[in-house]
Structures are given as structure tokens and as C-alpha cells.
């Protein structure tokens, strides 16, 4: 049984019979309503050549995070086998909790999870919230495995959105898949490319369907590139009535981008500023902080006075002062990692769309 619906279908039949009578149908039950189900569905499924049908669905994004240098380090042996474990793992998950592998891409896998015309209309955002959760859980585990083993580690990032979708047959007579369409599916992957090393971030309208199924975060309004209005979503924590909680690994606060910024700074002395500004450049950003080179040394856990030109919105930032809470030196280059310690509002909603507008190629 290949169609979506179908074996959604056949699922809910099993669990309706299991729970009625202890056990799911036998290969020969399954068979005979299988023939039921392709009988009713054969009228939809003759018009699925020209048209979509709208329907309920809560879609997952799954990006593995940091593949590309993993790719360029190792040889292809391992890089293929690294993926093919990491995706193996992921695809078990999502079978577990039906949800449909529409594609893989590249580094990245795309689920749907169809809702039902049931009692349980919430049905399909909570099992795409606790299939993520598991994914990570799984993740972990499998990151102790590749230690072990002198693997690379691999971490995943996951975004989900739910909302109505256009589901049918793409394609010609030669090659025709099942897919699904809409402005959720691009929300989705926005909203992925927000999350960090073992997040899982979901839409305000998934956590509409279940906030009293997943533990979340304070809501985050973030920029969507095509879209007007700020997009807010919130960060899944875990499901405490099923005891699970998603096992962070990112320390950070907010995602990064590199940057390639001139950067004038003064360091503090005491609490005095240095009247002469020095040059430098700023190599990656975040909401919170900065990894900078300068052409002096900076002591740890100095305090420095920041300001830098963000050109896509035309506007300079200024006033940011910074703790050097990491230091290294490269080839004769000084690198600090700073932590933004005061800076105004506009400031900081300023650098927080200038990061959100760089995460989505803007």
C-alpha cells in the first residue's frame, strides 16, 4: 500500500482493532481491507492525475547540522556511512510515529504527518512533535555510537509547521511522485534554518494544536523572508507526560552567520573608554554575540566598546559594549569571542533581523 492515506488509514484501523480486541488484524485481515480501502478510494485516486486535494497536515524539517565540513574532512566512505546511519535512524522514527517521508534532500528530510477526518483532530501535530523529540533523543544516542567508533559526530536541527496543504501526483508518464504543497511546507523549512545543534522549533499554530501535549518555550518573533509579518514560533522542550525531553547540545542562545563586517572598537580600562577607536573585523554574528579579529590581543574577560555598519538595512550599530569571553590566535591573527553585555533595543532587533535576513540567503 503506497498511498498516504491509505496506509494512514490502515493504521487507524489496526489501532481501532488492537484496542477492541487485543490484537491487531493477521496478514490475511490486513489483506482483505487493504482490497476495501483501494476499492472506496479508486474514484480519488483516478482524479489525483489532475488535481490536488486540500487536507490537514502538520509538516517536519530535519537538517543534519555542520555536514559539509564533515564531507570535506572525511573520506567517502565515511561520509556516505555517517548519512546513511544518521537517516537510517531518522526514517525508523518517523515510521514509528506514521508519519511519510516525502524526500530526502541532500542533508536534510522532509515528513508529513496527514491528519485525520477523526475524533482526534490534534492527532497529526502531536505525533510530528513527539517524533521529533524521539529523533533527537535518537541523535544522541547514536553521537556516543560514532565516539566510540571514531566517527564524526552529527547533530540535527528540526522545524515544524502545520497547517493546510495541497496533496497529489507531480510529475509526467515517466516519473510521478506523491508531494505536498503550500505555504506551510516553506514555513517549515524556515523555520529549521532558525533552530541550532539538537533543537526542535515549531509554529505558533502547531503549538495552537497541542500546548497542552508539549512542554515549550517563550515565543520567539522571528523574520521570514516573503512575508510581511513577523513569524512566531517556539522552541519544544519535551513531553512531559511521556517523560521525554529533548537532549540540547547547543550552548548558544540564538543561531550565527558569517560575516565579514569592519568593526571600529575601544577597549575599557576600568570603566573608562579608550578615545582612540582601533580596526578590526567581525567574522560571525549572533543575537547575543560576536566572534571578532583584532590586531592586538585582547585580555579575557575584557570589556570592549563596539560599533559596526549593518549595509542591507542601513543602519549603523553603536553603543554595543562586549565581554572577551574566549580568545585564540591563528597564523599571527587574534580572534576573541565576544558576549554583548549592554546594547539599546533598536540595536538588538536591528542585528537579530540582520541575522534572520543571512539565515535565509537575504
Same mark, same amino acid.
Given at each position: 500500500?503506497?498511498?498516504?492515506?491509505?496506509?494512514?488509514?490502515?493504521?487507524? &484501523?489496526?489501532?481501532?482493532?488492537?484496542?477492541?480486541?487485543?490484537?491487531?488484524?493477521d496478514r490475511e485481515g490486513v489483506r482483505r481491507v487493504e482490497?476495501?480501502?483501494?476499492?472506496?478510494?479508486?474514484?480519488?485516486?483516478?482524479?489525483? +492525475?489532475?488535481?490536488?486535494?486540500?487536507?490537514?497536515?502538520?509538516?517536519?524539517?530535519?537538517?543534519?547540522?555542520?555536514?559539509?565540513?564533515?564531507?570535506?574532512?572525511?573520506?567517502?566512505?565515511?561520509?556516505?556511512?555517517?548519512?546513511?546511519?544518521?537517516?537510517?535512524?531518522?526514517?525508523?522514527?518517523?515510521?514509528?510515529?506514521?508519519?511519510?517521508?516525502?524526500?530526502?534532500?541532500? +542533508?536534510?528530510?522532509?515528513?508529513?504527518?496527514?491528519?485525520?477526518?477523526?475524533?482526534?483532530?490534534? +492527532?497529526?501535530?502531536?505525533?510530528?512533535?513527539?517524533? /521529533?523529540?524521539? !529523533?533527537?533523543?535518537?541523535?544522541?544516542?547514536?553521537?556516543?555510537?560514532?565516539?566510540?567508533?571514531?566517527?564524526?559526530?552529527?547533530?540535527?536541527?528540526?522545524?515544524?509547521?502545520?497547517?493546510?496543504?495541497? /496533496?497529489?501526483? &507531480?510529475?509526467?508518464?515517466?516519473?510521478?511522485?506523491?508531494?505536498?504543497?503550500?505555504?506551510?511546507?516553506?514555513?517549515?523549512?524556515?523555520?529549521?534554518?532558525?533552530?541550532? %545543534?539538537?533543537?526542535?522549533?515549531?509554529?505558533?499554530?502547531?503549538?495552537?494544536?497541542?500546548?497542552?501535549?508539549?512542554?515549550?518555550?517563550?515565543?520567539? +518573533?522571528?523574520?521570514?523572508?516573503?512575508?510581511?509579518?513577523?513569524?512566531?514560533?517556539?522552541?519544544?522542550?519535551? &513531553?512531559p507526560e511521556l517523560g521525554k525531553l529533548v537532549p540540547r547540545?547547543?550552548? %548558544?542562545?540564538?543561531?550565527?552567520?558569517?560575516?565579514?563586517?569592519?568593526?571600529?572598537?575601544?577597549?575599557?580600562?576600568?570603566? !573608562?573608554?579608550?578615545?582612540?577607536?582601533?580596526?578590526?573585523?567581525? %567574522?560571525?554574528?549572533?543575537?547575543?554575540?560576536?566572534?571578532?579579529?583584532?590586531?592586538?590581543?585582547?585580555? $579575557?574577560?575584557?570589556?570592549?566598546?563596539?560599533?559596526?555598519?549593518?549595509?542591507? $538595512?542601513?543602519?549603523?550599530?553603536?553603543?554595543?559594549?562586549?565581554?572577551?569571553?574566549?580568545?585564540?590566535?591563528?597564523?599571527?591573527?587574534?580572534?576573541?569571542?565576544?558576549?554583548?553585555?549592554?546594547?539599546?533595543?533598536?540595536?538588538?532587533?536591528?542585528?537579530?533581523?540582520?541575522?534572520? !535576513?543571512?539565515?535565509?540567503?537575504?
Amino acid at each position: 500500500m503506497t498511498d498516504p492515506l491509505l496506509r494512514d488509514a490502515m493504521r487507524l &484501523i489496526q489501532d481501532i482493532v488492537a484496542e477492541a480486541k487485543g490484537s491487531p488484524l493477521d496478514r490475511e485481515g490486513v489483506r482483505r481491507v487493504e482490497e476495501v480501502l483501494k476499492r472506496l478510494a479508486a474514484p480519488e485516486l483516478r482524479t489525483a +492525475d489532475t488535481g490536488y486535494s486540500r487536507r490537514e497536515a502538520t509538516i517536519l524539517f530535519a537538517d543534519l547540522r555542520g555536514f559539509s565540513a564533515i564531507a570535506s574532512s572525511y573520506p567517502p566512505d565515511v561520509v556516505l556511512g555517517v548519512l546513511s546511519s544518521c537517516f537510517g535512524l531518522m526514517t525508523e522514527v518517523v515510521l514509528r510515529h506514521y508519519g511519510t517521508i516525502d524526500k530526502f534532500m541532500g +542533508d536534510a528530510i522532509m515528513v508529513v504527518f496527514h491528519g485525520e477526518n477523526s475524533a482526534a483532530p490534534r +492527532d497529526h501535530a502531536q505525533r510530528a512533535l513527539l517524533c /521529533a523529540v524521539e !529523533m533527537q533523543i535518537a541523535m544522541n544516542g547514536l553521537r556516543q555510537q560514532h565516539r566510540e567508533d571514531k566517527l564524526p559526530e552529527v547533530f540535527i536541527g528540526i522545524g515544524i509547521s502545520t497547517g493546510t496543504v495541497m /496533496a497529489g501526483l &507531480i510529475g509526467s508518464d515517466a516519473y510521478r511522485a506523491f508531494t505536498v504543497i503550500g505555504e506551510e511546507v516553506n514555513l517549515a523549512a524556515r523555520i529549521e534554518a532558525f533552530s541550532l %545543534r539538537g533543537q526542535v522549533l515549531m509554529s505558533e499554530t502547531t503549538y495552537a494544536h497541542c500546548s497542552d501535549f508539549v512542554a515549550a518555550g517563550e515565543p520567539m +518573533d522571528v523574520y521570514v523572508k516573503g512575508k510581511s509579518e513577523r513569524l512566531r514560533i517556539r522552541e519544544a522542550l519535551g &513531553i512531559p507526560e511521556l517523560g521525554k525531553l529533548v537532549p540540547r547540545q547547543e550552548v %548558544r542562545k540564538s543561531p550565527r552567520v558569517e560575516v565579514d563586517l569592519a568593526l571600529s572598537y575601544q577597549p575599557l580600562t576600568g570603566k !573608562m573608554v579608550e578615545s582612540q577607536p582601533l580596526m578590526g573585523q567581525m %567574522r560571525d554574528l549572533g543575537y547575543h554575540g560576536a566572534l571578532a579579529q583584532f590586531v592586538e590581543p585582547l585580555p $579575557l574577560y575584557s570589556e570592549v566598546k563596539l560599533a559596526f555598519h549593518l549595509a542591507p $538595512l542601513g543602519f549603523r550599530a553603536e553603543e554595543i559594549y562586549a565581554r572577551v569571553v574566549s580568545v585564540r590566535e591563528h597564523g599571527g591573527i587574534h580572534f576573541a569571542g565576544l558576549e554583548f553585555t549592554s546594547l539599546g533595543a533598536e540595536t538588538s532587533a536591528q542585528i537579530q533581523l540582520f541575522v534572520q !535576513m543571512r539565515i535565509q540567503g537575504e
